[in-house]
């Protein structure tokens, strides 16, 4: 049987080969959206910094929430995995979960804090804080959720005045307050993880601060640590310096190159194999220091290499096999479902460069004005291919995008 993979017998999948230590089963490299990686490289400073605000909130000081944020490909959703691991560590009740733009955000954290509750305490255990907190869940999901689908478990007396108002922030600051009592008489913390926050809306965004505000100056053990994308729309004036103030901003950016180079060297250290100076260098040029990137090459240059040293020469051949899967896997998709004009308008500030370009000269290289491309620049930013790193300016999302654009689209 031939799998796809090249392999001649699913007897092999899985078998090393004890001869060949660049063996394709022994590919330490992970690709892939969200992988932990087999070293962590250049995150030891966000660690530590989320152990201390756990620490904090559970002696009883008040700290901020986590926002790690950073292009595509740069290691927010992989940092969230170690902040849930950190904090299962610290027996707190670590709830994930992935915002999107198809899920209702109310709806999404009712099960979330009927989740956390159980964890914290046990049905049987109950006692009046566990209990209230299940009435205050309780009217929360049925605001959010006329149908009481999602009460499953909460057969207590709602608590009428409590997370019943139907306005979203009053309701969200009361059930996360009452879920934080929960906790501290518990003894425990809880926190949510929540990715890709750039899918929240304005109003859920807001509601989302002012409900941690009112667990910090309650001093709960109870937070937020949340991922996305350097935009977080419409979140202007005064929402963005309160946010600033209740938030340790992390810029989530590409590894520096002695990162870059441990992240390439010791997962293949720890299988026997070696890399040349020269061939390291060559990578970490080409990929910035991009984990993603890094990833990717390291996987495709083991399954081109002889070993058990890995060449210079070797990363040249796999640098083309490299573009062509992140041109496929990573680029393309981000632009499929763009309209002509919207692409032309990529191309034209990839011709700029990969700095952040003013949207007047972005027009001007389309022969337009900054108002005839307006709304096409706003598209882009609504579907998550360009944020505003400041007014006016307008930079790609995705790491490297300039260079794909030219490549994609040569002639313009
Ligand atoms: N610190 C790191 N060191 C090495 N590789 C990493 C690191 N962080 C992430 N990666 C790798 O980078 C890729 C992208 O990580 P991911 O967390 O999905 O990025 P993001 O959520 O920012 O798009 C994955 O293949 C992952 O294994
Ligand atoms: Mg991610």
Redesign the pocket.
């Known amino acids: 049987m031939t799998t796809l993979s090249g392999l001649t017998s699913f007897d092999k999948v899985g078998k090393v080969d004890k001869e060949d230590p660049v063996d394709r089963v022994r590919n330490p490299y992970?690709?892939?959206?969200?992988?932990?990686?087999p070293?962590?490289?250049?995150?030891d400073a966000e660690l530590k910094d989320f152990e201390s605000v756990l620490e904090r909130l559970a002696s009883g000081k008040t700290d901020k929430a986590v926002a790690a944020i950073?292009l595509?490909?740069?290691?927010?959703?992989?940092?969230l995995g170690e902040f849930e691991r950190i904090a299962r560590e610290h027996n707190w009740v670590a709830v994930p979960a992935e915002i999107s733009k198809t899920k209702e955000f109310g709806p999404q954290l009712a099960n979330l804090v009927r989740k956390a509750l159980f964890q914290l305490s046990p049905k049987a255990r109950w006692n009046d804080v566990a209990k209230r907190a299940a009435g205050v869940i309780r009217s929360f999901s049925m605001t959010v959720q006329p149908d009481g689908a999602l009460t499953a478990g909460l057969d207590v007396e709602k608590i009428d005045g409590a997370a019943d108002s139907g306005q979203f922030d009053e309701d969200l600051a009361d059930v996360l307050e009452s879920l934080g009592e929960t906790a501290r008489d518990v003894r425990r913390g809880v926190v949510f993880l929540l990715d890709e926050i750039q899918f929240l809306s304005k109003d859920e965004l807001e509601a989302l601060i002012g409900a941690i505000h009112r667990c910090i100056q309650r001093r709960l053990p109870i937070t937020v640590a949340c991922?996305g994308l350097p935009q977080l729309p419409g979140v202007a004036g005064d929402a963005k310096s309160y946010a600033e103030r209740l938030f340790h901003y992390i810029q989530?950016i590409e590894?520096g190159p002695a990162d870059a180079r441990q992240?390439i060297v010791a997962p293949a250290a720890e299988e026997g194999v070696r890399f040349e100076d020269a061939a390291v260098d060559a990578i970490i040029e080409y990929t910035d220091g991009y984990?993603?990137f890094?990833?990717e090459f390291g996987r495709w240059v083991w399954d081109l290499a002889e070993g058990p040293v890995i060449t210079a020469a070797e990363v040249a051949d796999a640098r083309y096999l490299v573009e062509a899967e992140l041109d496929e896997s990573f680029f393309k998709t981000r632009v499929q479902r763009s309209t002509k004009e919207e692409l032309r308008y990529l191309r034209a500030m990839a011709a700029l460069g990969p700095e952040p370009q003013k949207a007047s000269d972005v027009a001007e290289q389309l022969g337009k004005t900054s108002e005839q491309v307006a709304p096409l620049r706003a598209r882009l930013i609504a579907k998550g291919l360009l944020y505003t790193p400041k007014f006016g300016f307008a930079e790609f999302t995705v790491p490297q995008f300039d260079k794909f654009m030219l490549r994609y689209i040569p002639d313009f």
């Open positions: 992970t690709p892939n959206a969200g992988s932990a990686p070293v962590l490289a250049g995150r950073g595509r490909g740069v290691g927010k959703t992989v940092l991922a989530v590894l992240a984990p993603y890094l990833q």
